[in-house]
């Protein structure tokens, strides 16, 4: 079978969608798929091409097996909504010229960038082959949560091409049990829906000694290190850790390390450093193979949304590889990822942004060993359940039965 994936992320870029396609598709392809992904140029979320790699009109590589073909695109940090969706807008019309010229069974389209969706849609009436949407993200409902647009016209055009992609699309994945339930209460077929969640790429993210020389280098000996590793963005409330950071300061051997890029990135460290906040260490991105180093030297994994009902419908992807890793995970998200975590017994979850009750399951987590001991054990079953390679199995038999 030749299937043909659009994804506007994938490696050497280290954010979940990019992950997932990649964990994926090498399963895929060991089990005798001919398989190519339409990308673009790496470059999220600075906006920046890395290293290696420059945004022409097509250049194709090889990975693991993978045919990887990259689009131009107009390239934009991941900030601000116009320009990133000229961004995405760009990618979803040279993705559909390019694959217009791609033998395939089937094409499978993912977001969060909505627009390659529209791609997948418009390149299935064209080859007339059956095409997957992807759903990993509610969007444009997202956008509206964490207040970077209100309803207006284009909003409500995006939300009418939305319904039309769930109405043609042959099947729809979903990544939570939730976002089922909101298309269906939308009016699609739930039969035509099935749910893929995230999970761990196992042999990358696995219990290891904590690494010595990442401590020693960032000065951590002694130190207990509450991580968050991931984007800095508008829906994670990173400002709120910082605030809970600051008052936690008389706690010396309390640290907070957060590991990433994004939207808000900026405006924190103007934050630590206006707040001269003492006890948080504030890194860039680290390439994903490195990610596991910096997981190791953890007491706590650090989760956390802002406070919304949207945000009851999705599940962080760092729920699982921080329990790969057996770290007792701190999660400030309600709804089903809660639900996650406290059927495993994986950590503790706190109220997002409340202070209070943020300081207590934190304190409890690490000053009660016995506590500390289940939650590790919780993650290594957490982890064994929802092992990517199962849910990659999984997905490949949801595009077996629809090509």
Not at 250 to 266: M, P, Q, T, V, W
């Amino acid at each position: 079978m030749k299937i043909l994936f659009l994804a506007d992320n994938f490696p050497p870029e280290v954010n979940a969608p990019a992950s997932r396609t990649y964990d994926h598709l090498k399963e895929w392809k060991k089990a005798g798929h001919d398989v190519t992904v339409i990308t673009c140029t790496p470059n999220f979320p600075k906006g920046k091409v890395y290293d290696g790699y420059k945004n022409k009109l097509y250049q194709t590589e090889v990975m693991d097996g993978i045919n990887v073909i990259r689009v131009w695109s107009y390239i934009a940090e991941n900030k601000g909504f116009f320009r990133r969706t000229l961004d995405y807008i760009s990618f979803s019309v040279t993705s559909f010229l390019v694959g217009l010229f791609v033998k395939c069974d089937i094409i499978i389209a993912t977001s969060p960038q909505f627009f390659a969706a529209l791609s997948g849609r418009t390149l299935s009436f064209f080859k007339r082959k059956p095409w997957i949407m992807e759903v990993r993200d509610l969007w444009p409902e997202s956008i509206k949560t964490v207040g970077m647009m209100k309803d207006n016209l284009f909003i409500k055009y995006f939300e009418w091409q939305e319904k039309r992609c769930y109405r043609s699309a042959k099947h729809i994945v979903v990544v939570t049990d939730s976002f089922k339930k909101n298309l269906v209460a939308r009016g699609i077929d739930a039969e035509k829906i099935s749910v893929i969640k995230n999970g761990a790429n196992r042999e990358l993210f696995s219990p290891m000694e904590k690494d010595q020389a990442i401590i020693s280098e960032l000065g951590l000996e002694g130190k207990k290190i509450i991580g968050y590793i991931g984007t800095h963005g508008m829906a994670h409330r990173l400002d709120f850790i910082l605030k809970c950071a600051k008052n936690m300061e008389n706690k010396n051997d309390y640290h907070f390390l957060l590991i990433g890029s994004g939207a808000r990135k900026e405006e924190l460290l103007r934050l630590k450093e206006a707040k001269d906040i003492t006890n948080v260490t504030m890194l860039d991105s680290v390439p994903k193979t490195e990610v596991n180093r910096y997981i190791s030297i953890l007491d706590l994994a650090l989760i956390n949304l802002r406070k919304s009902d949207l945000f009851k419908t999705v599940i962080p992807s760092k729920i699982f590889e921080n329990a790969g890793m057996e770290i007792p995970i701190l999660m400030g998200v309600e709804g089903e990822a809660q639900e996650i975590i406290e059927r495993y017994g994986a950590g503790l979850c706190f109220e997002p942004e409340n202070e209070e009750d943020f300081n207590r399951k934190l304190n409890e987590l690490l000053t009660n060993d016995t506590l500390y001991a289940k939650c590790k054990e919780g993650c290594r079953k957490l982890s064994v359940d929802f092992d990517r390679k199962k849910l990659a199995e999984r997905m490949l038999q949801v595009i077996v039965e629809n090509c």
